[in-house]
């Protein structure tokens, strides 16, 4: 793989129902990011990772979490799908988590529909 | 208010047309990012920079530190170019999000 990845592509969800996103990155970047993205607004962070082993909330983290065991992989869980979180998830990573070095990488971004 | 706002929120243009694209920002910042998100909805990085400007073939951007104002500029615009750009600015360690400006270029 090359970049970033991001999987599934596009998904149809039951309320209730536990959905994990998963993100692969393979630049050995420090910083990886979850982000949703909703009609009229601009993107917004769900939870963010400043190196492996450590997570943090972004804006919107509630019914979301993360887990950052290894540099490559971050996967975003939904324990319990509720249609307002029907959106556009894009993991995103960047070389370091601030500074001058924070250029962001996006992955392609996961459609979630929960009915 | 929202901490990033950009405008026009969209713009149609011929062919050719030389595009601006505006983004004010009220928080202290360590850069600004410039994105573009074509139709099929991949987001790729165009700029990032704190000061002056840079260019990248058709497209330069430049930013004013004191005034908390920064444009993006297409010239020669082609259809190729219609997408949402997005503008994002540094806070700390994560970015704020304008809500993009929708760019229609026709032939």
């Known amino acids: 793989i090359a970049g970033i990845t991001q999987a599934p592509t596009s998904q149809i969800l039951a309320a209730g129902r536990r959905m994990t996103l998963r993100c692969t990155q393979d630049?050995?970047?420090?910083?990886m990011y979850w982000y949703r993205q909703d009609l009229g607004l601009g993107l917004r962070l769900i939870h963010y990772?400043?190196?492996?082993?450590?997570?943090g909330k972004g804006e919107v983290p509630d019914g979301y979490s993360v887990s950052r065991a290894n540099t490559d992989d971050f996967p975003l869980t939904l324990a319990s799908a509720v249609p307002s979180q029907t959106s556009v998830y894009f993991c995103a990573s960047s070389r370091t988590s601030g500074g001058p070095y924070n250029e962001q990488f996006f992955g392609p971004g996961t459609r979630l529909t929960v009915l | 208010k929202n901490e990033v706002e950009q405008s026009p929120q969209n713009l149609t243009a011929q062919e050719g047309e030389f595009i601006t694209i505006n983004c004010s920002y009220s928080v202290g910042i360590s850069a600004l990012h410039w994105l573009q998100q074509h139709p099929g909805g991949g987001i790729v990085s165009l700029f990032m920079?704190?000061?002056g400007k840079k260019k990248h073939g058709r497209l330069i951007a430049t930013i004013n530190i004191q005034e908390k104002h920064s444009s993006l500029h297409i010239t020669a615009s082609h259809p190729r170019d219609s997408a949402v750009y997005i503008c994002?600015?540094?806070?700390?360690?994560?970015?704020?999000f304008g809500t993009g400006t929708r760019l229609q270029v026709f032939p």
């Open positions: 630049m050995r970047h420090n910083a």
């Open positions: 994002a600015v540094g806070n700390t360690d994560k970015l704020i």
């Open positions: 920079l704190s000061s």
């Open positions: 990772s400043n190196t492996a082993g450590t997570t």
